[in-house]
């Protein structure tokens, strides 16, 4: 079992407010607003919630849950914030119902990538994966070794 660091503070900018709902150690509710849109994000360690089976995991591993307001905007802003409060977050996950092109469509936009569809118990995902710089600079060539 991966061992799972605590749930950082994550300070959302772009002109946004947000409240605190709820905060534990492995997973918080945010409220967020502005100009009259208003959003509910979850945020949790995957290898702590619903994803923890469903792909190999890190223990720094993020998924967002985004309900309301322009889902494009906030990915890009809540990666940001994110990889800015867990330095060592390799893979800020969105999880788009399989199928739900607009969603996958919005995601993509924001900077997430397809990686794959999974089977959890009771629904079917798509899931797609924003990386920071440091993390899609690596070289996944397996067969050659770096340099050469």
Not at 14 to 28: C, F
Request: proline share 5%; with cysteine.
């Amino acid at each position: 079992m991966t061992a799972v660091p605590s749930l950082p503070a994550i300070d959302v900018d772009d002109g946004w407010q947000a409240t605190v709902e709820a905060w534990t150690r492995r997973a918080g509710r945010l409220h967020l607003h502005r100009d009259g849109v208003v959003a509910d994000v979850r945020v949790e360690r995957c290898a702590a919630g619903r994803l923890r089976e469903a792909y190999p995991v890190g223990a720094h591993d993020l998924e967002l849950r985004v309900c309301g307001g322009p889902l494009a905007e906030l990915l890009r802003t809540l990666f940001d914030a994110v990889t800015k409060a867990d330095p060592a977050c390799r893979r800020v996950v969105y999880a788009a119902q399989e199928g739900a092109l607009e969603e996958v469509a919005a995601a993509q936009a924001a900077g997430f990538r397809h990686v794959v569809d999974v089977d959890l118990v009771d629904e079917q995902l798509s899931l797609l994966v924003a990386e920071p710089a440091g993390v899609r600079g690596t070289d996944v060539d397996l067969d050659r070794v770096p340099g050469t």
